[in-house]
């Protein structure tokens, strides 16, 4: 099953799964539940999907998930009961953090049941911030498409003369995709991520920055991930299905922003892109279908070799076994301000260490 966000590569795990199985297992009974954990809830009525070799021959070559997807937990017991039911001896999930502690519930009560069904997680986000693993798979799609609207709104940026091109990027929590396709361009001027609060008033604001490189004749492009700067806006309240905090749009508030401090600068031109769903909803790069097609044979060789309660990752370059518990208790992987990687934008993009002063 598929769960959480749609992420590139999920159709590439689900076909590798079905060839390794079938063809290095001989199963010949494998079936993918719709629509995340709600497939596994009767009440829902969702249809189940006999997965074969000729079925999932194609679906790397399309982007999102032929089994769809959901958020939000469903109650345990009818969950295992249905895997009971259907003789279930090996489920596999794909998700992050939510889907992960979905699967130590089903894993914690077919054990207190004593039931023979191994549960295996593949860690999925494009954001890149599962605990533990190198990087997770889209992670590589997600950067590089990241990368051409960066592009693009440099060129946007550059054709006006005092110009701004903003560009959000997913990162709910951790700003990886922001900081590494600014990275890939090496064109950024101000990278803004949800791990380095920013100031936009005072001497070392961002308004102050912005003021400098106008002074000079210089045009701007920006990053932000969608998680950053969240302080600076109006409380947003709900959760998602999943039980995460709405957030604000940093990207529409940093444009309104920018927009009513700079208007009557001679030539300011903004010029705004958000291209999210664009990114998620994309086939997986080649690299990125090369690295969905190990994931899913380790995850594949652990689930018939009796493993369980835990997920596969590529961990100090090395693939591994990881147990549930540990990865739901780790927390979210992020960017360390005194990492190589934050380094490294800061010396690409000449951006203060400090958008300050920050509370």
Not at 107 to 130: F, M, S
Request: charged share 20%.
């Amino acid at each position: 099953m598929t769960c959480g966000g749609l992420c590139p590569g999920l159709n590439d795990v689900i076909r590798g799964l079905v060839m390794t199985l079938h063809h290095g297992y001989r199963v010949r009974g494998i079936f993918g539940f719709k629509y995340g954990y709600a497939g596994l809830n009767p009440a829902f009525a969702y249809p189940v999907v006999e997965l074969t070799p000729e079925v999932v021959r194609d679906i790397h070559a399309s982007g999102g998930t032929i089994l769809g997807t959901s958020r939000g937990a469903q109650d345990v017991e009818t969950m295992v009961d249905t895997l009971e039911r259907m003789n279930v001896g090996l489920l596999f999930t794909l998700g992050g953090d939510g889907t992960f502690r979905g699967a130590l519930a089903i894993h914690d009560e077919v054990r207190k049941r004593g039931l023979k069904i191994g549960v295996v997680g593949i860690p999925k986000t494009i954001d890149n911030d599962i605990p533990l693993v190198d990087r997770t798979f889209g992670f590589h799609t997600a950067v590089g498409l990241a990368a051409e609207a960066v592009q693009a709104a440099y060129c946007e940026a550059s054709a006006a003369a005092a110009g701004v091109g903003l560009v959000k990027l997913m990162g709910r929590h951790s700003g990886f995709i922001a900081a590494n396709a600014a990275l890939a361009n090496r064109n950024v001027n101000l990278v803004l991520v949800p791990e380095v609060p920013f100031a936009l008033e005072g001497e070392e604001g961002l308004f102050r920055y912005m003021e400098k490189r106008f002074a000079l004749g210089k045009f701007t492009v920006i990053v932000v991930a969608e998680g950053a700067g969240q302080k600076l806006l109006e409380p947003t309240a709900g959760t998602d299905a999943s039980g995460n905090a709405k957030l604000g749009d940093i990207g529409v508030w940093l444009g309104a922003q920018l927009g009513a401090r700079f208007r009557d600068v001679p030539g300011f031109a903004l010029k705004y892109i958000d291209p999210s769903y664009t990114i998620r909803s994309a086939p997986a790069s080649p690299i990125d279908s090369i690295f969905c097609g190990y994931l899913a044979q380790v995850a594949a060789h652990a689930g018939m070799a009796g493993k369980t309660g835990m997920a596969v990752g590529r961990s100090f370059g090395q693939f591994t076994y990881i147990p549930l518990k540990t990865l739901v208790s780790a927390g979210r992987k992020a960017i360390h301000p005194e990492s190589e990687l934050w380094r490294s934008v800061l010396e690409s993009t000449g951006q203060p260490v400090l958008l300050g002063p920050v509370p």
